[in-house]
């Protein structure tokens, strides 16, 4: 049987949401019993720190959640996570914002490759495709030393399918096709999936495709430049000798190519009417990493180099193009001092270019080296302390766009960042826990679709560091978890153009799971009030680092039918208005409650099969997720989400 759990939150929602999806009849046999445990479970398969006090408020997206957002995008992915908002409602627009902050001031990774972090700010700087994706964890305010350089605010990391996440023990051929159709757009999707084994090799391919109309939103108006035309392909080829040593290399890109709104994540700017426009958009990424397997003793080396790249391509009215491009490379050791005790150090490097042409205008380009040197060590010290603790050292050098002619656009800049993560055991049942971080940011590259713009003066520039920190708790007995914590993120001298200012985001998160004989549901709500040099002030002056998000909360409940072979289930997203008292804004953010309603069957007869029907929006709310842009703001007609839109997928395994 093919089981997905859900480990939402590290030591705080383990509860098992699986997806019925068994493979095979003969693994399929036993359903009522075996396929609902109920029990927390551990993802040391992806995450061998899992469990280490700096993980105790991670987020990680389960199987099932990664399972239903295949043929969706990365809205769908962080669907039941209140505290990761995902606004823009168009995959080419969507921005992502963990505890009210920009993921752009996160360290991101794909399959260890550091991604590029600045891009033309009506798009999304990364593209994600969850067709492709096995594991995603997202670290809030506090990253460890080895997560990588400048997270001023966290990180999120995510790994792509191997062979052996699709392959059965002893298969050496197989692989799933997936097709999906959804009534609100009438957007027809595909994709299919491929693995092969033979002796210490394995191969995968993956490409998926969606194509579709505008669609309506929840007053039943169709939305303009909505249309899906989405392409998606991953190849991965590895060698695993079985015993000791891996070698990986991936290579994937993401096409998204259509006529968007003249601002890709605004409906409408009120008074001033502009057409649609061609928006080419692409997102490529090569990886190639070495990793021992065993896990074990003073020798676990891991080396990764890679390249990842985002291009943003608008024709209409100035030829634009932008290009956003990093190259990187990571060598570190994990020395097991115990079962339970690491150290991992190394060093890490990255390359990065942002660059932009239009007709007519030369060629501008900032660039920025970094070169790092790391230990994060994570200790169980007995009598129920556990402590993960971690330094590192970054050289950066940095280049304006007019460092060739001018000393001061040129800038060395170099930091010190430190971590430190505490959890306490009263009991079983019962934990708290607290964590602190202070972090050089360096000098980030700006939009480049902000180039042409005169008069920056970099001589003001200087280097960002914040602070982090966090105080929680975790309680659980039997088959309830509860949990939260407090935060407040601190970024100095963040960047916008030639001058810096001060960031800063806090608030609260909470969280409950509760299972019961073949169910369960998760419950998450959170808080976060973002502000800059002390005040707080809308979505205009927040873009790229926050967003006024407020209270926002998620629910999702669930229950297996095993006589039926169905599971059926549903959730609901909600926010509450907020935003009356922000500066510059002269509208409140509405709240809102959008319900959505799914079912899974798997027949009896046919067990590689698997049927889903989905009815998202299911009373037709009129409404923009809480975190798109331009809400607050009389003057902006925000980019609305879909009305009611029923999908179906049939999903085949070979």
Known sequence: MTVFCSSTRAGLMGTCLAAVLPATAAMAQDLEDAYYTLDTITIEAQDEQEGAADRATAVYVSGAELERARSGDVKDLFAGLANVSVGGAIPMAQKIFVNGVDMLNLTVQMDGVLQNNRAFHHVSANVFDPGMLKFVRADPGIAAADTGPNAVAGAVIMETVDAGDILDDGQTVGGNARLSYDSNGKTFGGSTTVAAKSGNFEALGYLRAAKGDDYKNGDGDVVPGTAANFESGL????????????????????????????????????????????????????????????????????????????????????????????????????????????????????????????????????????????????????????????????????????????????????????????????????????????????????????????????????????????????????????????????????????????????????????????????????????????????????????????TVAALQVQQYLPNQNLLIGGSVDMAMEYGDDLVDSNATLPGYAVVNVFAEYTPKQIQNLTLRASVNNLFDKQYADRATYGQDYTSIVPLAEQGRSVMIEAIARF
């Open 235 to 550: 190849l991965k080829f590895a060698f695993d000798d079985q015993s000791q040593h891996r070698l990986e290399v991936s290579a994937q890109r993401i096409n998204d190519s259509d006529l968007r709104p003249y601002r890709a994540n605004i409906g409408e700017v009120v008074g001033r009417p502009a057409p649609l426009r061609l928006y080419d958009t692409q997102r490529n990424n090569y990886s190639i990493r070495y990793e021992d397997t065993r896990n074990t003793g003073y020798w676990d080396p891991e080396v990764v180099l890679g390249f990842s790249e985002s291009l943003v391509n608008v024709p209409d009215p100035y030829a634009s193009e932008g290009d956003s491009s990093t190259y990187s490379g990571k060598i570190q050791n994990t020395f097991h001092l115990s079962a339970t005790n690491t150290v991992v150090a190394g060093v890490d490097f990255y390359d990065r270019q942002s660059t932009y042409r239009g007709a007519g205008s030369a060629t501008l380009s900032e660039k920025a080296d970094n070169v790092g040197v790391f230990a994060q060590a994570r200790l169980d010290l007995g009598s129920n302390w556990e402590v993960s603790t971690g330094f590192r050292y970054d050289w950066q050098d940095f280049e304006g766009l007019d460092a060739a002619s001018n000393a001061a656009s040129r800038k060395s800049v170099d930091g010190a960042s430190g971590n430190l993560s505490v959890r306490y055991h009263f009991n079983e049942a019962f934990s708290l826990r607290a964590g602190a971080s202070n972090v050089f940011g360096g000098i980030q590259l700006e939009d480049n679709y902000l180039f042409e713009i005169p008069g920056w003066d970099y001589s003001s520039l200087e280097a960002s560091r914040a602070e982090n920190y966090t105080v929680g708790f975790d309680w659980g007995a039997a088959n309830t978890k509860i949990g939260g914590e407090f935060f407040l993120t601190q970024i100095d001298n963040v960047r916008s153009g030639g001058d810096n200012f001060d960031f800063e985001s806090k608030g609260w998160n909470l969280g409950l799971t509760h299972g019961w004989d073949n169910g369960s549901m998760r419950f998450s709500v959170s808080r976060s009030d973002v502000e800059r040099d002390g005040i707080g002030y809308g979505s205009w002056y927040l873009q790229d680092y926050g967003a006024p998000l407020g």
